[in-house]
């Protein structure tokens, strides 16, 4: 496939290869002052400039500059603090049109077979899982029946385990068709593919709105909540979980720290930033917990060795790419595994202890 040159005639307009990136005046929605990018491969990228969503301003104190060290995809992202709300912004960004992009080598290196698998036995995602359920009833148990969604569920692996647990009824969304075309409980749960802004979902309906770990992914988080608390029974619960900004391993890695992830990311939560954002959505918060997570030391490693190297975190963090010739990475790969150990998992549990790890978790209620 041959990419269409780029042009630009004015600051919102950019030709475009019609099969890969759809019509960038309809995605353009989420913010001002876009411009495109050189074309990559097929694509013709185009960016646009962030502003807050709670005041309306540019954001303007410069934290960093960095760029996808996970995939390696391309441009380079700021950082950039709101001083009037303590948003962090990712600026400039990709329009939505283009953002696919980036997502675009999540799963690849792995079947979809291995990746249900995965997500079913492996330790850390059965740790993560029975973690939830447990900060979650900290605030009243999950009633069998009750209706959850599931706001960027994936494949349903937390939707799975609750009505494994507890016997909810299940709603799965998720942004991305071709994950929820293949839904670990598509014959289970309702399965819908799309942003919670517009999706078609019954008012006061819901229980439980779960957003876990997808938030900082979307681009108007305060809109996004109001859409929860909407669809939201009164008196139902909402939890948020995000990386957070505030911790401090982030400010030992700087922009190594594993939870960058730009342009993925787009927005980085501290605690109070978290809080506002909920606060100004509409909702009560009930409990706001930092949430033990393993290999966040171990993770912020292995992105500044890839990094050094041009390598994909993949590269040295799956067994099957590690242990193949030439294995020139198995040493890194044994060391990684016995910091994990020594290190990594004892100093996660006191940085949980003292409510600082990387992750934090918001548990809130729409008013009666």
């Known amino acids: 496939m041959t990419a269409s040159s780029t042009t ?32 990559v491969g097929d694509n013709a990228l185009t960016f646009e400039d962030a502003t807050c969503e709670l005041c309306g301003r540019a954001p303007t104190e410069h934290l960093l500059t960095t760029h996808d ?104 969304l998720d942004f991305d068709p071709a994950v929820t075309e293949n839904a670990m409980i598509k014959d289970r749960a309702t399965i819908m593919s799309g942003d919670l802004l517009d999706a078609d979902l019954p008012e006061n309906h819901f229980d439980l709105v779960t ?24 008196g139902g619960r909402l939890v948020v979980e995000v990386p957070d900004y505030g911790s401090p391993f982030r400010k030992l890695f700087g922009r190594f720290w594993f939870a960058t992830m730009v342009p993925v990311h787009l927005h980085h939560f501290t605690k109070p930033s978290l809080q506002k954002v909920v606060k100004a959505a509409g909702f009560e918060p009930l409990r706001h917990v930092a949430v033990y997570t393993p290999f966040e030391t171990s993770a912020s490693i292995a992105v500044r060795y890839c990094e050094k190297r041009g390598l994909m975190v993949s590269d040295v963090t799956e067994a099957s790419k590690v242990f193949k010739a030439p294995y020139k990475h198995v040493p890194f790969f044994l060391a990684l595994a016995i910091w994990t150990g020594g290190f990594d998992f004892p100093w996660q549990f006191w940085a949980w202890l003292c409510n600082k790890t990387g992750v934090q978790a918001l548990i809130a209620r729409k008013p009666e």
């Open 8 to 39: 630009t005639t004015n600051p919102t307009t950019v030709s475009q290869t019609e099969t890969d990136i759809p019509d960038a005046v309809t995605a353009a929605q989420s913010g001002t002052d876009a411009r495109s990018d050189d074309a």
């Open 69 to 172: 060290m996970g995939w390696r995809a391309p441009g380079e992202f700021s950082l950039v603090r709101c001083t009037h709300c303590d948003l962090i912004i990712t600026t400039p960004r990709p329009v939505p049109a283009s953002m696919p992009r980036y997502y675009a080598d999540w799963y690849s290196h792995k079947t979809l077979a291995e990746q249900h698998e995965e997500l079913r036995t492996a330790p850390y995602h059965k740790y993560v899982k029975w973690m939830r359920l447990k900060v979650l009833e900290k605030t009243g148990r999950l009633q069998q029946d009750a209706k959850v969604l599931d706001v960027g569920g994936g494949f349903g692996a937390q939707l799975e385990y609750y009505m494994d647990r507890r016997g909810v009824e299940a709603t799965l």
């Open 211 to 234: 957003v876990y770990e997808t938030l900082e992914h979307v681009y108007q988080p305060k809109a996004t909540l109001e859409a929860a608390l909407r669809v939201l029974k009164p």
